[in-house]
């Protein structure tokens, strides 16, 4: 199964030896609103703001090293991923209309292997590899192998982007 990964910014980061993890959250919310929504009648109702997240994971190891993913927690939850290979460093850059772009950047250059984690599904609980009270304490937890041991890497605390819109 895939690899379980996520940490934050710069200053949000776990790591453990050589492994680094690093995971984000951005809320998202509708473009331009419309002037109004409707119910399942069609009578006019007011437009409700629904803010998605974009969850950013990545995972940044020496190049030659192989992880195996066994077990990736985000709040307390176990899911599925997706993993694919990204180039540094990985920039957000936020448009701010007639001024100058800014740029954040997530995962700064590096000569390492990094990789972006994708959640896929929640999976249904199952008895962890690792203690439960460590999903619990930890919004990000991974647990991986690498030269046949287990490892587990884990974020305290997601760090939180700004909020943007749709484009």
């Not at 030659?64 to 899911?79: A, C, H, N, S």
């Not at 009270?133 to 890497?153: C, H, P, R």
Request: aromatic letters at 10%; one cysteine or more; proline letters at 7%.
């Amino acid at each position: 199964m895939g690899i379980f990964l996520f940490a934050f910014h710069c200053m949000g980061y776990a790591q453990q030896g050589v492994v680094k993890l690093y995971g984000f959250k951005q809320p998202v919310v509708k473009g331009v609103p419309s002037t109004y929504e409707t119910d399942e009648q069609g009578n006019k109702v007011e437009p409700k703001d629904k803010v998605h997240t974009n969850v950013f994971i990545f995972l940044s190891y020496p190049p030659g090293v192989i992880i195996t993913p066994v077990e990736f927690w985000m709040d307390g939850l176990l899911y599925s991923i997706k993993q694919e290979p990204v180039q540094t460093p990985v920039e957000i850059i936020y448009e701010n209309g007639l001024h100058e772009a800014e740029k954040i950047i997530l995962v700064p250059q590096t000569a390492d292997t990094v990789i972006r984690i994708l959640l896929t599904e929640k999976l249904p609980f199952k008895t962890p590899a690792i203690k439960k009270s460590s999903a619990d304490t930890n919004e990000l937890v991974i647990v991986y192998k690498m030269n046949g041991k287990l490892f587990t890497q884990s974020l305290k605390k997601i760090k939180g982007l700004r909020m943007d819109a749709m484009k």
